[in-house]
């Protein structure tokens, strides 16, 4: 079973930049396909992109500022988050699902969680 930790989270300005880090246990972690979602209180959790392999897919919402990346020797996979606003103000999960399946925009599909990092972008 492979474990979840996300790092990185923190009080920015709008229009700054954070990068988030999702670092994971277990020996199979490149097959994984990986998700980054975010919440806030009293909402659905929010799909902002997802890996798998070469292939990469964002939300509409994060598209051009929001780049997701993996360093599968470091077991880690990363969200570069640029040109912050505060409506991307959210606690923000990383999420692995079954060895090469698709990236899903649905937090069902995902079976392992990690324990998320608030993002709060100030204006």
């Known amino acids: 079973q492979v474990l979840l930790v996300e790092s990185g989270g923190g009080l920015v300005q709008a229009g700054d930049s954070l990068r988030l880090s999702c670092a994971a246990s277990?020996?199979?972690?490149?097959?994984?396909?990986m998700g980054w979602f975010r919440q806030n209180p009293g909402k659905e959790r929010e799909f902002v992109g997802g890996i798998r392999g070469a292939t990469i897919m964002y939300a509409d919402s994060v598209k051009g500022r929001f780049t997701i990346s993996r360093d599968n020797a470091k077991n880690t996979v990363y969200l570069q988050m640029n040109t912050l606003k505060p409506e991307d103000t959210a606690v923000y999960y990383c999420?692995?699902?079954?060895?090469?399946?698709?990236?899903?925009?649905?937090?069902?599909?995902?079976?392992?969680w990690g324990q998320g990092t608030q993002v709060t972008v100030s204006s």
């Open positions: 999420a692995a699902k079954g060895a090469f399946s698709i990236i899903s925009t649905s937090p069902a599909s995902y079976n392992v």
């Open positions: 277990g020996r199979t972690f490149s097959t994984y396909t």
